[in-house]
C-alpha cells in the first residue's frame, strides 16, 4: 500500500525502464478524482481494450464513451509497443472487485478466485489498457507484450512490490475476461525476472 506516485515520477519511472511514451494532451491532469479518491495504491491492472487501430484505441480510452466517461486507464499500450499516456489519477478502468483478491494483492499473496464485487478498484490500480480485439486470434506482437512487462515492472520497482502486485482485470471483477491471449501467471514470471 503506497499513495500515488506524482505524475513526474510516473513518466520518469517508465521512460527510465526504456518505454516509448506518448504524452496526450493534458494527461497529467486528466482524471476522474472528483467522483473518489486515488489511491492509496496496490497494484498494476491489465487490460484488452476490445479495439482495432491505435489511433482510435487512444481516443477512446481518452475520452470514453457515452456510457463510461474518460480517462478508461492510465496508460494504452498499442501494438507496436509505445505507451500513450492519457490520464492520471483516478480512472475509470477497474471498476469493482473482489475485496479478498485485494487483500491477496496486499500481502502479495497468491490470488483467491474472485467471486464478488464489492470494492472500488479505480482507487487502488494503476490501469493500463491493451490494444487487441480480446478474441483470442488477434495476435499480441512481441514489442507490446514487452511493453507490458516493462511498464508493470516499472511500476513495481518504484513502489518496492513483487511481480504479485500485478493482475488482469479477469483476476478482479467477475465475469471480466481480460486479458485474453497471454495468462497473468506468465506475465507476472516475466516481470519477476526483470525485477531481478
Known amino acids: 500500500?503506497?499513495?500515488p506516485m506524482s505524475a513526474a515520477s510516473?513518466?520518469?519511472?517508465?521512460?527510465?525502464?526504456g518505454l516509448t511514451v506518448v504524452e496526450v494532451g493534458d494527461?497529467?491532469?486528466?482524471?476522474?478524482?472528483s467522483k473518489g479518491a486515488w489511491g492509496p495504491v496496490n497494484g498494476v491492472m491489465i487490460h484488452h481494450t476490445v479495439t482495432q487501430g491505435s489511433a482510435a484505441t487512444v481516443r477512446v480510452c481518452r475520452d470514453g464513451h457515452t456510457d463510461l466517461p474518460g480517462p478508461l486507464c492510465h496508460g494504452v499500450i498499442t501494438k507496436d509497443g509505445r505507451v500513450h499516456l492519457v490520464g492520471?489519477?483516478?480512472?475509470?478502468?477497474a471498476g469493482l472487485?473482489?475485496?479478498?483478491?485485494l487483500r491477496a494483492v496486499i500481502?502479495?499473496?497468491a490470488l483467491p478466485h474472485d467471486?464478488?464485487?464489492?470494492?472500488?478498484?479505480?482507487?487502488?490500480?494503476?490501469?493500463?489498457?491493451?490494444?487487441?480485439?480480446?478474441?483470442?486470434e488477434d495476435p499480441w506482437p512481441d514489442a507490446q507484450l514487452t511493453a507490458i512487462e516493462k511498464v508493470s515492472a516499472a511500476i513495481c520497482r518504484h513502489h518496492g512490490w513483487t511481480e504479485r502486485s500485478v493482475i488482469g482485470h479477469l483476476e478482479w471483477q467477475?465475469?471480466?475476461?481480460?486479458?485474453?491471449?497471454?495468462?497473468?501467471?506468465?506475465?507476472?514470471?516475466?516481470?519477476?525476472?526483470?525485477?531481478?
Open 27 to 33: 494527461w497529467q491532469h486528466h482524471n476522474r478524482n
Open 1 to 3: 500500500m503506497a499513495p
Open 115 to 136: 467471486n464478488e464485487a464489492n470494492t472500488d478498484g479505480n482507487s487502488r490500480f494503476y490501469g493500463f489498457e491493451c490494444e487487441n480485439l480480446g478474441d483470442g
Open 97 to 101: 472487485g473482489d475485496d479478498d483478491v
Open 174 to 196: 467477475p465475469g471480466k475476461i481480460d486479458p485474453k491471449g497471454f495468462t497473468m501467471a506468465w506475465l507476472r514470471e516475466r516481470v519477476r525476472d526483470r525485477l531481478k
Open 10 to 17: 510516473f513518466l520518469a519511472v517508465l521512460k527510465d525502464e
Open 107 to 109: 500481502a502479495e499473496k
Open 88 to 93: 492520471y489519477g483516478r480512472a475509470n478502468h
